[in-house]
């Protein structure tokens, strides 16, 4: 199964019968958007998580924008992240009307650095988006400090984090508000789009929820600027909550898989992710070569997968890059055009990681 990064086919088939069941339910229902499977889940992801609000929404971009919009932020004001993160936060910051300001990452997490954050932070930052990357909880105990110092909003981007924790306390329940995606290829996903955004804060709960249907305050009558449609329907929601109970279990196999893959892939020209603790949900097996593009072709030649997450800094994007200011981020740069990701998921076999780490043990990069 190298031939894939992700083999959802063989995943889901896990789940076909909890799947099959929750389809079912939902037809025979007749209420397919806003009922009550998306409320039994937001209300169970919400328990799972540890924060008291959640509100499920179409996707996880949106789910940052809405938190972002939820939390008062917008035009003037300046939202600092991650350039490294694949576009989402920077899409989500440019969509509410703030701008995104850029913050260096940490070598070892890949995820943003404290100090650096600190050092960017002006007159008009108003937040921070701690973007959780690859499965790897960021430092949120000195983001969260950072942030209360300097009266900071702190948005969590768990897209990539479902279950993972710290000191007993999951991704999710550490900023003021949190983003969640629910794509298929996630640690939780599902099988189409979805979203959610957690809170503690009722009153950004209530602006959110208003924000996810059109403003409204009640049916047709819109009262919050900056509403859209954007609600998670009642299928993917009853399907989330077919998955939600083994999520730490699947977290723990990924674990096992990841743990497996750094003790067998073994070369003196890559570097491999830490994989100890449990606020790393090996979402991604992200490694490191100078040797990137000879490696991708090493792998490709054995029929073995592998991917860039991700190829381009995004103030570098084409598409932003004339609207934006060019910070120097020396780690963020230096590692950009080093990182691949290779197979890494609960249904990878032994033989699987036998074979790559013997391929990998192979490879020449002369």
């Avoid at 694949?86 to 070892?108: C, K």
């Avoid at 077919?242 to 699947?250: E, F, N, R």
């Avoid at 997450?309 to 934006?324: E, G, I, K, M, R």
Wanted: net charge negative; glycine share 8%; charged share 20%.
């Amino acid at each position: 199964m190298l031939s894939q990064l992700n083999n959802l086919r063989v995943h889901n088939d896990r789940f076909d019968d909890a799947l099959r069941e929750a389809f079912q339910r939902v037809l025979e229902s007749g209420w397919f958007a806003l009922g009550p499977e998306v409320e039994a889940f937001e209300s169970e992801f919400a328990d799972y998580c540890g924060a008291p609000h959640c509100i499920g929404v179409a996707n996880g971009t949106d789910a940052l924008e809405l938190a972002i919009r939820g939390l008062g932020i917008g035009r003037g004001d300046e939202v600092i992240t991650a350039a490294n993160a694949g576009m989402y936060s920077t899409t989500a910051i440019l969509a509410s009307g703030a701008t995104p300001g850029y913050a260096d990452i940490q070598p070892n997490t890949l995820t943003l650095c404290p100090q650096d954050a600190a050092a960017r932070i002006g007159p008009a930052t108003r937040a921070i988006v701690v973007t959780h990357l690859f499965g790897r909880l960021a430092d949120v105990d000195s983001l969260r400090a950072l942030a209360d110092r300097h009266g900071l909003a702190m948005i969590e981007d768990c897209a990539q984090a479902h279950g993972a924790e710290r000191a007993g306390r999951r991704a999710g329940s550490w900023g003021d508000a949190a983003a969640f995606s629910f794509y298929p290829t996630k640690n939780l996903g599902a099988l189409g789009d979805g979203g959610a955004v957690l809170t503690r804060d009722p009153a950004i709960a209530e602006k959110v929820r208003q924000l996810r249907q059109y403003g409204w305050e009640s049916k047709y009558v819109s009262s919050v600027a900056g509403g859209r449609n954007s609600r998670l329907d009642e299928l993917q929601a009853a399907l989330l909550r077919a998955k939600l109970p083994k999520l730490d279990a699947l977290n723990e196999e990924r674990r096992t898989t990841a743990f497996a893959l750094a003790s067998a892939v073994s070369h003196p020209g890559i570097t491999k992710p830490d994989v100890e603790g449990k606020d790393f949900v090996a979402h991604l097996f992200v490694v490191q070569t100078e040797r990137r593009a000879n490696l991708q072709e090493h792998l490709r030649a054995q029929d073995i997968a592998s991917d860039i997450h991700y190829p381009v800094l995004d103030y570098q994007q084409t598409s932003v890059a004339h609207a934006l200011e060019t910070p120097h981020l020396e780690v963020s740069e230096r590692l950009v055009s080093r990182i691949l990701t290779i197979p890494c998921y609960p249904e990878l076999s032994a033989q699987d990681i036998a074979r790559l780490a013997e391929t990998t043990a192979n490879w020449d990069p002369q």
